[in-house]
């Protein structure tokens, strides 16, 4: 078995039942395993809400370590439409030529910098870097500030040996209060300003609305772009082939892009809440407990997905749901596609080959299941062409 793969621990509870369960803080979740299943549940806001507790959604849950609400995550419709219109066109920005070469530089000043070393920790020195200081621009905040998170290490509400840290969180939302106030007082160009001029049906943002766009931002997306970024270079340590066909085919990036989001599934699975007694694959649900869209299984689904535990670089069908389905839909999806997809011609362009020395894997335990969703460490060598 290649250092790179990603098992499927859903399958044999796919194909039997179709449902998995969980225990999480004495709230468990009943998973739902099969892709058609996923995204029925996924669309269906009325039954299956994201606009419950703070926090509760989320697997692990995060109810103890936050009271403020993200959005437009953990808002339901009529209000998340206005909240998503709100945020849209900030997050579509990575479509936009100049960003994207911001991107570019980025992405290149840290693959030239890895190519000198003998050796890196991919997880820390290369992913955590690209992750925090791409979200600088997303923000429209000064580079600099990258250091500061960098610095928070890999995820914001977790430390080692603890799923949930409170203290940890802390820093974040203290942090995050501290640039609402920054920008109150000298109004500037950054999402924190944007946010704190706009208005919903006449009325301005709060400053607690502005601090849960800004915790969604900061949250959503470290893990699972760290994940995605160092699975990927494991991937192509493994496949060496595999760059040299995105150097000779750089038309299909987009679609390899999409297979290894789909194959790696960076965020697992996400929850919801009941708002009724219903039934999932068959399977009771009583109101005010928890299902769980577990995307990553849903993305092996080999009802849906021809050969789904093989990397197939140009698969022509892919209707993957690792950003999401429905309603929520990831809303930073064209940031961390514009990051893999620069990621990837860049490792085209500049690598022959990557070695790996020494690899520790992170494995989630979800209760039936246990899942590598990543790695807490890679150690790996970079040649150049």
């Known amino acids: 078995m290649n250092t790179s793969e990603i098992s499927d621990p859903f399958k044999k509870a796919r194909i039997e039942s179709g449902c998995g369960h969980m225990e999480d803080q004495n709230d468990p979740a009943t998973m739902l395993l099969r892709l058609k299943d996923v995204r029925k549940s996924a ?8 606009g419950a507790a703070p926090g509760r959604i989320v697997i692990p849950s995060e109810v103890h370590i936050r009271e403020t609400r993200q959005i437009p995550f953990e808002v339901d419709p009529p209000e998340h439409k206005a909240y998503r219109n709100l945020v849209e066109a900030w997050f579509k920005r990575p479509l936009d030529e100049a960003y994207q070469q911001k991107l570019t530089t980025i992405v290149e000043t ?4 890895v190519l000198t070393k003998d050796n890196i920790e991919v997880v820390e020195d290369l992913s955590l870097k690209l992750q925090s200081r791409a979200l600088t621009l997303l923000l429209n905040t000064p580079f600099e500030e990258s250091e500061k998170w960098i610095s928070w290490g890999t995820h914001v509400f977790r430390s080692e040996g603890s799923s949930l840290d409170g203290d940890k969180a802390n820093i974040l939302y203290d942090y995050i209060d501290a640039e609402i106030d920054k920008a109150i007082a000298k109004p500037g160009c950054d999402l924190y300003s944007v946010l704190l001029a706009s208005e919903i049906d006449g009325k301005k943002l709060s400053k607690e609305e502005v601090k849960g766009v800004m915790i969604l931002t900061f949250a959503g997306g470290r893990d699972t772009v760290i994940n995605a970024l160092t699975n990927s270079v494991a991937y192509f340590a493994d496949n060496p082939k595999s760059i040299q066909y995105i150097k000779e085919n750089p038309e299909y990036t987009g679609k390899a892009v999409e297979e290894l989001i789909r194959y790696f599934s960076p965020l697992t699975q996400m ?4 708002t009724e007694d219903t039934v999932v694959c068959e399977h009771a649900v009583k ?3 928890r299902i769980s869209l577990c995307w990553a299984s849903a993305n092996r689904d080999e009802t849906v997905f021809e050969n789904p535990n093989e990397v197939v670089l140009d698969r022509k069908l892919n209707p993957h749901v690792a950003f999401g389905f429905g309603t929520h839909n990831c809303l930073g999806a064209t940031h961390a596609r514009q990051i893999m997809n620069i990621f990837l011609t860049t490792i085209a362009n500049k690598v022959a080959s990557i070695d790996i020395i020494e690899a520790k894997e992170n494995i989630e335990d979800l209760g039936d299941f246990k899942r590598k ?12 062409h």
């Open 43 to 50: 669309h269906n806001w009325k039954t299956f809400q994201s």
């Open 110 to 113: 840290i693959i030239d910098e």
């Open 271 to 274: 929850g919801r809440v009941a």
């Open 287 to 289: 109101a005010d407990t």
């Open 373 to 384: 969703v990543g790695y807490d460490s890679l150690t790996v060598k970079f040649h150049n």
